[in-house]
């Protein structure tokens, strides 16, 4: 009687397919390269500005440089951030454009390896290229700064390759893709979910430290301390001008500043938009949440 073992092949590969899927990195684009042109590298510093980079990536002890060490307190652990300056040996002085790309949108490193999700790379996720590119080019201008940011601070069983199932199941937790017939209300939902990532904070995570989809902007607690919601039930009565004004200095529709690391937050990333991208995030947060 002749064997059917060949039947069961594919099935017995199902598993080692999807692992070889799930460990292995997308492939490095080489399309995209760094530019030196003054227009693109002056948007690459506003969007470093706008995307809040120097709360996280300020210097220990060197609060004008990008080159790292601050601990990011979480319910898994203190995660050190890393160097970005063009220090070749301990920032990313080395990386292509196709590999920092990689590294934003889907947290691995040049070598393939996973980043822990500390990293909002799910957030940025969303960027479109030019974005990423003139970001990662003006990046590439600034004075290398040797500095080795301190190791992790996470228990022995969270290890980079478990990141893996983690990315496959954060998939499932994603907001639902809308359509907003408004320019200004879809430029502050890129701002706001995407480049700013704002959710990274503001939205609740599950036991594994998933932000939930369904539950957008509606607070937080993290690292022991309560993040505020910015949803519609949050807002309230918060009309576009209070948003827009609490970006500008902190102030709040009740006459108080706000408080804690959103203090930062103002000072190094909000305050410093444009009229128009401030606008933008005003009109996504007290016009269009309001109707869902």
Same mark, same amino acid.
């Given at each position: 009687m002749k064997s059917n073992v060949w039947l069961w092949a594919p *099935?017995?590969?199902?598993?080692?397919?999807?692992?070889?899927?799930l460990f292995m990195p997308p492939p490095i684009s080489d399309k995209l390269e760094f530019s030196d042109d003054a227009e693109t590298l002056a948007r690459g510093?506003?969007?470093?500005?706008?995307?809040?980079?120097?709360?996280?990536?300020?210097?220990?002890?060197?609060?004008?440089?990008?080159?790292?060490?601050?601990?990011?307190?979480?319910?898994?652990?203190?995660?050190?951030?890393?160097n970005i300056t063009p220090d070749a040996e301990t920032g990313i002085g080395g990386w292509?454009?196709?590999?920092?790309?990689?590294?934003?949108? %889907?947290?691995r490193s040049p070598s393939g390896g996973f980043y822990f999700p500390s990293f909002p790379y799910r957030s940025y996720a969303g960027l479109t290229d030019e974005d990423v590119v003139a970001m990662g080019s003006w990046l590439m201008t600034l004075e290398p *700064?040797?500095?080795?940011?301190?190791?992790h601070e996470a228990p022995w069983w969270l290890i980079r390759p478990?990141? #893996?199932?983690?990315?496959?199941?954060?998939?499932?937790?994603?907001?639902? #893709?809308?359509?907003?017939?408004d320019e200004l209300v879809e430029r502050g939902a890129y701002l #706001?979910?995407?480049?700013? %990532?704002?959710?990274?904070?503001?939205t609740p995570r599950n036991s594994l430290g998933i932000p939930v989809g369904n539950r957008e902007?509606?607070? #937080?607690?993290?690292?022991?301390?309560? *993040?505020?919601?910015?949803?519609?039930?949050?807002?309230?009565?918060?009309?576009?001008?209070?948003?827009?004004?609490?970006?500008?200095?902190?102030?709040?529709?009740?006459?108080?500043f706000v408080g804690g690391d959103m203090n930062e937050v103002i000072e190094y990333n909000t305050s410093r938009l444009s009229d128009g991208d401030r606008d933008a995030l005003a009109a996504f947060f007290t016009r269009h949440r309001r109707e869902d």
């Amino acid at each position: 009687m002749k064997s059917n073992v060949w039947l069961w092949a594919p *099935v017995a590969a199902s598993p080692a397919l999807a692992a070889v899927i799930l460990f292995m990195p997308p492939p490095i684009s080489d399309k995209l390269e760094f530019s030196d042109d003054a227009e693109t590298l002056a948007r690459g510093e506003y969007l470093v500005t706008a995307g809040g980079c120097v709360s996280c990536h300020r210097g220990v002890g060197n609060e004008e440089a990008f080159s790292g060490g601050l601990g990011l307190e979480s319910d898994f652990g203190v995660f050190h951030v890393p160097n970005i300056t063009p220090d070749a040996e301990t920032g990313i002085g080395g990386w292509s454009a196709g590999e920092f790309a990689r590294a934003m949108r %889907h947290g691995r490193s040049p070598s393939g390896g996973f980043y822990f999700p500390s990293f909002p790379y799910r957030s940025y996720a969303g960027l479109t290229d030019e974005d990423v590119v003139a970001m990662g080019s003006w990046l590439m201008t600034l004075e290398p *700064v040797r500095f080795e940011a301190p190791a992790h601070e996470a228990p022995w069983w969270l290890i980079r390759p478990a990141i #893996a199932g983690w990315n496959l199941l954060a998939g499932f937790y994603q907001p639902p #893709a809308e359509e907003f017939g408004d320019e200004l209300v879809e430029r502050g939902a890129y701002l #706001a979910r995407n480049l700013g %990532h704002c959710g990274e904070c503001h939205t609740p995570r599950n036991s594994l430290g998933i932000p939930v989809g369904n539950r957008e902007f509606a607070g #937080a607690e993290l690292g022991g301390d309560t *993040v505020e919601a910015i949803d519609a039930a949050a807002l309230g009565e918060w009309t576009f001008d209070n948003f827009d004004l609490f970006l500008l200095i902190g102030l709040k529709p009740d006459g108080e500043f706000v408080g804690g690391d959103m203090n930062e937050v103002i000072e190094y990333n909000t305050s410093r938009l444009s009229d128009g991208d401030r606008d933008a995030l005003a009109a996504f947060f007290t016009r269009h949440r309001r109707e869902d």
